[in-house]
C-alpha cells in the first residue's frame, strides 16, 4: 500500500494558534502537518509513504489550537 496524500480537517477552526499534528511509521516521523489558525482543513499534502504488513503508523496531537473534533484523512493506493 502506499499512502498518497493526507489531509487535515477540525469541527471547529483552531483559534488560539495553529492545530499541529505528526504522523509517524514505525515511531519515526514522517510528516508534520498544520492547520493554520482560523482554518477548517489543509490543502492536500503528498506523502508517497509504502506500508508494508508489518508497518504500523501513529499520530501524535502536538498542539490543538484550542480545535475540536480535528480529523486526519489519508488516501492511499493499492500495489499488487
Known sequence: VNLVMCYLTAGT???????VINLNKNGALVQTITLASG???????????????????????????????GALNIVYQRTS
Open 13 to 19: 477552526a483552531p483559534t488560539i494558534g495553529n492545530f
Open 39 to 69: 482554518a477548517y482543513n489543509t490543502s492536500p499534502i503528498l506523502l508517497n509513504v509504502t506500508a508494508g504488513t508489518t508497518d504500523y503508523f501513529t499520530v501524535d496531537v502536538v498542539n490543538t489550537g484550542g480545535s475540536s473534533n
